[in-house]
Antibody
């Protein structure tokens, strides 16, 4: 059973780059058919889709974040990462990585990590 | 893209039913059958309860059901149980390899 575990710095200063990683266990990140996503939840708000990377390396990002985001895979470490640059207080949120395995179709987030909190503050 | 609109809260007594709506547009909910619902207990990973509007993953009780009409999808939880108290989010494919989530509904079992 594939499991995800996010990690990150917890606190990031405004204008800096936020870097998060998501370790994939129980399966290979380069297994065909898997889409790996980042999703966030602002305090007291709903979920917000950030973007995904396909096992092949193809990416898709939310238009409002596209200019600041990079999602990448590190197959040697079996993990995916999120880099968000020029952060502001509006990027303070709980960040999840999630996966679409295809077991229930192509658009179902059936694998989730526990999430990691990020606070942007000086 | 804007988030899908859900009521902030819903409640019911044990054994009763609650229905949560999820309103989007013709570009997301109304345009695709890829609406899913997630149950989120604080501190835990979200769990998919319904996918493709009305299908249930294995292991999800049949008390959970989904439907869609036009740009609005709905999740119904019948025979409410204490363990159903959680936050619920809808999600929809929005075309062009994009996704959108709902604003979330807190379900309280009275």
């Amino acid at each position: 059973q594939v499991q995800l575990q996010e990690s990150g710095p917890g606190l990031v200063k405004p204008s800096q780059t936020l870097s998060l990683t998501c370790i994939v266990s129980g399966g290979s990140i380069s297994t065909g058919g898997y889409y790996w996503h980042w999703i966030r939840q602002h305090p007291g708000k709903g979920l917000e889709w950030i973007g995904y990377i396909y096992y092949s390396g193809t990416t898709s990002y939310d238009p409002s974040l596209r200019t600041r985001i990079t999602i990448s895979l590190d197959t040697s470490k079996n993990q995916l990462s999120l880099k968000l640059n020029s952060v502001t207080a509006a990027d303070t949120a709980f960040y999840y990585c999630a996966g679409i395995s295809g077991n229930y179709g192509d658009h179902i987030f059936d694998i989730w990590g526990q999430g990691t909190t990020v606070t942007v503050s000086s | 893209q804007s988030g899908l609109t859900q009521p902030p809260s819903a409640s019911g007594s044990p054994g009763q039913s609650v229905t949560i709506s999820c309103t989007g547009t013709s570009s997301d909910v109304g345009g695709y059958t890829y609406v899913s619902w997630y149950q989120h207990h604080p501190g835990k990973a979200p769990k998919v309860m319904i996918y493709e509007v009305s299908r249930r993953p294995s292991g999800v009780p049949d008390r959970f059901s989904g439907s869609k009409s036009g740009n609005t999808a709905s999740l119904t939880v019948s025979g409410l149980q204490a363990e159903d108290e959680a936050d619920y989010y809808c999600s929809s494919y929005a075309g062009s390899n994009k996704y959108v989530f709902g604003t979330g509904t807190k379900v309280t079992v009275l």
